[in-house]
């Protein structure tokens, strides 16, 4: 996808209805998957930032259907909070902000699809974890984003990606770009492909339990790192999960897992120095409390004790996932660097190396919990 322009941001921004005339709109974020800017406008009636994100359709190949998802979920959980009478319920969900036309999102047929959003005030989507504080108050905002969508109505939501966190497909995807190695980058990365070979044997724990159903499908997130819910800057508390695209039918462990990779390890994703990376066990320990905090009362025994597992598998999975797009040539992760996406599959599978040292210790921990 060709980077978007600021003077194209800028005038889709104001198909939107803001309220004032946009100042600016400027790239925003850290995410790999979408483009992402911060509008600014004049005081109108309301506020005077907001969120607007062209859907990456190389990604989302049916963005109407995902806009569809997301239209449902933030209406549901807006409606629910307030009608618990959350005080800041406008701070606690993505709103989509509608277009002069009345629409939820903009553009149709073969067009970019664009969708504005109301500004997050005063609060941050971290990319690396500092203190158990906030892998405690992330697991617990998670864990209560999957209870909100628990009853949501209408029926089972799109899967946007299909087989998102389907290991198995992943290790068959990855095993197919090795054996085309279409850029010849193979040689160059033996460890890896070694490490990654060694372990297909567990790659299908969860799905053949979901498959047999010992494990059941809920509403997940799918895509639960550290910076995709935006903590309170000056509490640290959890206050609004965000990147609601891959919301959709999965396992609760694809949730936890995910958060382990990104809230555990002192190290960024894409860490060079990989002596930096490690799964810093005071860290799990918040997740699990955090986690088990907002989701004990639908957890079930078979969830909760495979925890400490997803871990190892998510983290495993991302990391194959950022090794097949390397040997397929970086089509799909935004690369800032040759070798990026190498870098970001060492980080993971040294995270999960450590993971793996650990796991009798994160059994006992969940066990006892
Ligand atoms: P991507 O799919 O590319 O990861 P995200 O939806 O996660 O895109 O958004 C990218 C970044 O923009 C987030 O990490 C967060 O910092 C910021 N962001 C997104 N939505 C909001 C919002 N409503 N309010 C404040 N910040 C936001
Ligand atoms: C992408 O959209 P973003 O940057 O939050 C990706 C996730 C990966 C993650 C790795 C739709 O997440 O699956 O785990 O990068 N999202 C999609 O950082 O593929
Ligand atoms: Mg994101």
């Known amino acids: 996808m060709a980077p978007a322009q600021r003077d194209d941001a800028s005038a889709v921004a104001r198909e939107f209805a803001l309220g004032g005339e946009v100042l600016s709109a400027s790239p925003y974020g850290s995410g790999h998957i979408n483009d992402t800017f911060l509008v600014r406008t004049t005081p109108g009636s309301g506020p005077t930032r907001f969120i607007l994100q062209r859907i990456n359709q190389n990604v989302f190949r049916r963005p109407d259907e995902l806009m569809a ?23 606690r969900t993505l709103r989509l902000i509608p277009t002069r036309h009345g629409r939820a999102w903009l553009g149709e047929g073969p067009a970019d699809r664009w969708r504005c959003y109301h500004f997050i005030d005063d609060a941050t989507g971290h990319d690396v974890v500092r203190a158990p504080e906030q892998a405690f108050a992330a697991a617990k905002a998670f864990g209560a984003f999957q209870s909100l969508l628990a009853d949501l109505p209408g029926g089972r939501l799109h899967e946007t990606i299909p087989d998102f966190h389907h290991t198995p497909a992943r290790f068959a995807r990855f095993r197919q770009a090795l054996d085309v190695d279409a850029h010849g980058r193979a040689a160059a990365a033996g460890p890896e492909i070694a490490f990654a070979l060694a372990r297909a044997d567990e790659v ?29 800057d000056a509490t640290q508390e959890g206050v609004c999960v965000i990147d609601l695209d891959t919301v959709m039918p999965g396992s609760v462990l694809y949730d936890f897992g995910d958060l382990v990779r990104t809230s555990t390890s002192p190290a ?13 066990f005071p860290m799990f320990a918040a997740l699990v409390r955090g986690y088990l905090e907002s989701t004990r009362g639908f957890l079930t025994p078979a969830e909760k004790s495979l925890l400490p597992f997803a871990g190892k598998l998510i983290t495993f999975e991302i990391g194959l996932r950022f090794l097949t797009d390397w040997l397929e040539g ?40």
């Not at 998802?69 to 701070?91: I, M, Q, S, T």
């Open 268 to 280: 960024a994703e894409d860490e060079t120095d990989l002596s930096k990376v490690t799964m810093q």
């Open 204 to 232: 299908a724990v969860v799905t053949d339990a979901l498959r047999d159903g010992r494990l059941p499908e809920r509403v997940t997130h799918n895509d639960t790192k550290l910076n995709n819910v935006l903590l309170d």
């Open 69 to 91: 998802n997301v239209e449902r979920v933030c209406a549901h959980a807006y409606a629910k909070l307030r009608a618990a009478g959350a005080p800041d319920a406008e701070r």
């Open 330 to 369: 970086d089509t799909y992760f935004k690369v800032r660097r040759p070798g990026h996406n190498l870098d970001r599959t060492r980080t993971q599978f040294k995270l999960v190396a450590s993971i793996e040292s650990q796991l009798p210790a994160m059994q006992a921990l969940v066990d006892r919990t």
